[in-house]
């Protein structure tokens, strides 16, 4: 790819600004839409935008190789009726307003990475999944499917458009790691619930390889699942998370426990008590080499 112009819609969270940092010298020219204000670092534009309707901001795509959409309000919440509707529009109206952007100027870009939700199975106890399994049922899967058919539905003639399925994501001092190490540091860190439900897991640095070969692999095209290889039950991450902070062992928290902790920490039980065991088969099969395919090597790199 010659040096050129990216544009990322939601990149001042923890993923974006990963991504910014490993990609950043393959480009001219990073612009960041983002509902913070608009400011130049000397190295990114910031460009204000209400993640809603297009405006002044759809120049930055003139021009544009590619765009990199990670916007979507975070589901580390309590599942309430508002917080439900913020989460679905944050993801639809996003999409909506990219694609009107995008419409609207004389060279836009031709090459669109959608991010999307493995949580669009649903939960699956021990069943191994890839992108041949059928969607699940429930509020996630309701919000996956609303998201990528909002994306597929827009017109854009000419686009490659490549949709990642992206699972928990592990990352330095960000993320929910950064509480569940925290935790695990306090001697929090054992089996939730009866630790079988599967927790499919990505290291960020692979997440940010995985959305750099996307930009430039003209094969790459469609959706895959963004995993990690090697999924694990909830007993044997925690077992990993206390070995990588040197607690050796936690009391198990039951259910009730769950719960409650969930409450307290205004979030949403489920995150932690249901699962699925995915498989990220096409990156396989085309050959995608992860780093840290092994959770063990993956924790030690970010909580070292």
């Keep these: 790819m010659d040096r050129n112009?990216?544009?990322?819609?939601?990149?001042?969270?923890?993923?974006?600004?990963?991504?910014?940092?490993?990609i950043q010298n393959q480009f001219d020219d990073i612009v960041v839409l983002t509902r913070s204000g608009s400011r130049d670092d000397g190295k990114v534009r910031y460009i204000n935008w209400d993640a809603k309707t297009p405006g002044p901001w759809s120049e930055a795509m003139d021009g544009a190789t590619a765009i990199v959409n990670v916007v979507g309000r975070?589901?580390?919440?309590?599942k309430t009726a508002a917080n439900k509707a913020v989460i679905l529009s944050s993801r639809v109206d996003s999409v909506n307003a990219l694609a009107a952007g995008w419409?609207?100027?004389?060279?836009?870009?031709?090459?669109?990475?959608?991010?999307?939700?493995?949580?669009?199975y649903g939960d699956t106890e021990d069943e191994a999944l890839d992108e041949s399994s059928p969607i699940g049922t429930g509020f996630a899967p309701m919000v996956?499917?609303?998201?990528?058919?909002?994306?597929?539905?827009?017109?854009?003639?000419?686009?490659?458009?490549?949709?990642?399925?992206?699972?928990?994501?592990?990352?330095?001092?960000?993320?929910?790691?950064?509480?569940?190490?925290?935790?695990?540091?306090?001697?929090?860190?054992?089996?939730?619930?009866?630790?079988r439900q599967y927790l499919s897991w990505l290291h960020v640095g692979d997440l940010n390889r995985i959305i750099a070969q996307a930009l430039i692999d003209q094969s790459m095209?469609?959706?895959?699942?963004?995993?990690?290889?090697?999924?694990?039950?909830?007993?044997?991450?925690?077992?990993?998370?206390?070995?990588?902070v040197h607690r050796?062992?936690?009391?198990?928290?039951?259910?009730?426990?769950v719960r409650l902790?969930?409450?307290?920490?205004?979030?949403?039980?489920?995150?932690?008590?249901?699962?699925?065991?995915?498989?990220?088969?096409?990156?396989?099969?085309?050959?995608?080499?992860?780093?840290?395919?092994?959770?063990?090597?993956?924790?030690?790199?970010?909580?070292?």
């Design 5 to 22: 112009r990216l544009i990322i819609a939601g990149g001042t969270g923890f993923i974006g600004q990963s991504l910014i940092s490993d």
């Design 74 to 78: 975070t589901v580390d919440c309590r």
């Design 103 to 120: 419409r609207s100027v004389r060279n836009p870009p031709k090459v669109w990475i959608q991010s999307a939700t493995a949580h669009i």
């Design 144 to 195: 996956g499917t609303a998201w990528e058919k909002t994306f597929a539905d827009a017109n854009l003639p000419g686009v490659r458009r490549v949709v990642l399925r992206i699972s928990f994501v592990l990352g330095k001092n960000a993320g929910a790691l950064r509480t569940l190490g925290r935790l695990a540091r306090l001697g929090l860190g054992g089996t939730v619930g009866n630790g």
């Design 221 to 244: 095209e469609g959706m895959y699942i963004a995993t990690s290889p090697q999924p694990v039950t909830n007993a044997a991450f925690m077992k990993a998370l206390r070995k990588a």
């Design 248 to 257: 050796p062992w936690s009391p198990p928290v039951p259910v009730p426990l």
């Design 261 to 304: 902790g969930a409450w307290m920490m205004r979030t949403d039980p489920e995150l932690a008590l249901l699962g699925r065991r995915l498989m990220p088969t096409r990156l396989m099969k085309e050959g995608f080499a992860f780093r840290f395919p092994d959770l063990n090597d993956a924790l030690v790199d970010l909580l070292r």
